[in-house]
Every structure is written in structure tokens, then in C-alpha cells.
């Protein structure tokens, strides 16, 4: 009730020839197929009258793969982000299952089915959250590269000020960015998320108001049409664009 509406609102201010992404996040957005696909068909509809080229997105903790939600993907062209925060050593304590035992053999069962049945056109990315609680990035690293996938994204947990980590964090990107770039040149750099935004930066000459861009470069509408400078600040009404500083 909440979703189609602004949706039609977004996209009813586009021109032909732009491009509008839209991302499913949660919580667990494949909960909710059916909803994303109501939501999809209800895009594309209008995209293709206005001419608007349409991307979308799914971010997931990948238990949740089925052969009837990958067709669906598949047949949108999603692209698909899967968290895993490491080998199963690590990911299994980081993101157990709800009834306590590990997760992480779910989720590499789920994505060979993904990696199998994709279409031509998704990108496949695996993500992890590192901070305090988990520090080993490179062996993230290793790890991800032997799941077959197109992309790789290190996150600092956002929730965490602890200097420590954070410089931890830092040095072993450092030794990820040294063994990648020695043993695959910029090719090989350019599958790691950060690293492909840099180069494309540069290559498209684009001009960014600061690292975070946040409410310069962009800012965030929430389901009551709130406007806020970030994602993490998102129904905070005391961090609203217009509020305080």
C-alpha cells in the first residue's frame, strides 16, 4: 500500500533513458517473494512506458534459495548479494541458524542452485560485515574466491567505534589489495566491490562531494516520505535533512 505508490511517484519524474535500481533488503526480503515480484511487474510496467531502464537488486543471508525464487531472479535479472562473513568456522558463529546450529552449509548449498540457474546478465556477490567480533579478512577472502562468484564486498560494522578494529580492519585490506593486485593485476582487484567503485570513478572522471557522499551525493526517503541524509540514520526524525544541523 505503501510501496507501489511511491514508486509510481519516483518514477513518473524520470526521463526516457534513465535508470532507476531498486533494492530489496531486510530482515530477509526473500521472506517475501511474492511481494517482490508484485513489486517487479508493477516497476516494469511503468518503466517500459516511460522507456526508463530498471535494475534490481536482492540483498539476502542466502538460506532461503529455492529452485521457484531463483527462477524467479533469473527472470528479472536480479542481481543477488548473499552475506557470509567468512569460512564456515566464522560465519557459523556470526550468522547461526534460528535454531542455533550453523548456516553456512544452507547457504553454499543455495548458491551453487543460484550459480547454476543464473541468467547471462546477474551479478553474483558475496559480503561480510567485519569489526570487533570479526576480524580475519583476508581469510574471508580466501575463502570467497573459491565460491565461483562474480564479485566480493568487505564491510566495517557500522554500529562499531572501536579504533582497534577499525585499523585492523584497514591493514588487512591493505594485505588483501597487495596478494590481489600481485596475483591478478587490476583485473583481479576489480572483483573486490570497493575497489571496481574506485577505478570507475576515475575512469568516468566522477567527481564525488566526500568518501561518504552522505546527503550530498545522495539521500534516503523513507515509507512516509521523510527524507534522511543515510541509510543508518533512516526513522531517526532527530537525523532528518532539515533537522538540527
Not at 94 to 105: D, E, K, L, V
Request: glycine share 8%; net charge negative; aromatic share 10%.
Amino acid at each position: 500500500s505503501k510501496t507501489l505508490p511511491q514508486l509510481d511517484i519516483l518514477l513518473s519524474r524520470l526521463d526516457a533513458g534513465e535508470q532507476f535500481n531498486i533494492t530489496f533488503l531486510g530482515g530477509e526480503p526473500l521472506l517475501y517473494p511474492q511481494g517482490m515480484e508484485l513489486i517487479a511487474e508493477h516497476a516494469i510496467e511503468i518503466a517500459e512506458q516511460k522507456g526508463i531502464s530498471l535494475r534490481f537488486q536482492v540483498i539476502t543471508n542466502g538460506t532461503l534459495f529455492n529452485e521457484e525464487n531463483i527462477a524467479f531472479l533469473k527472470r528479472f535479472d536480479f542481481n543477488v548479494s548473499i552475506s557470509v562473513d567468512g569460512p564456515p568456522q566464522i560465519n557459523d558463529v556470526q550468522r547461526p541458524s534460528a535454531g542455533g546450529t550453523g548456516s553456512t552449509a544452507k547457504v553454499l548449498e543455495g548458491l551453487q542452485l543460484l550459480l547454476k540457474n543464473r541468467s547471462k546478465k546477474q551479478m553474483i556477490k558475496v559480503q561480510g560485515v567485519f569489526g570487533p567480533h570479526n576480524t580475519q579478512v583476508f581469510k574471508a577472502y580466501q575463502f570467497y574466491r573459491e565460491l565461483g562468484v562474480d564479485s566480493f564486498e568487505f564491510n566495517f560494522d557500522q554500529s562499531s567505534s572501536d579504533e582497534n578494529a577499525s585499523k585492523h580492519f584497514v591493514t588487512e585490506m591493505e594485505k588483501v589489495c597487495k596478494h590481489t593486485f600481485e596475483n591478478g593485476g587490476e583485473t583481479a582487484l576489480r572483483q573486490i566491490h570497493f575497489f571496481d567503485q574506485l577505478f570507475s570513478q576515475m575512469d568516468e572522471h566522477y567527481r564525488i562531494e566526500n568518501f561518504c557522499g552522505s546527503g550530498r551525493s545522495y539521500a534516503v526517503i523513507d515509507a512516509n516520505n521523510v527524507v534522511f541524509d543515510c541509510p543508518w540514520s533512516a526513522n531517526d526524525l532527530s537525523a532528518k535533512i532539515s533537522q538540527g544541523t
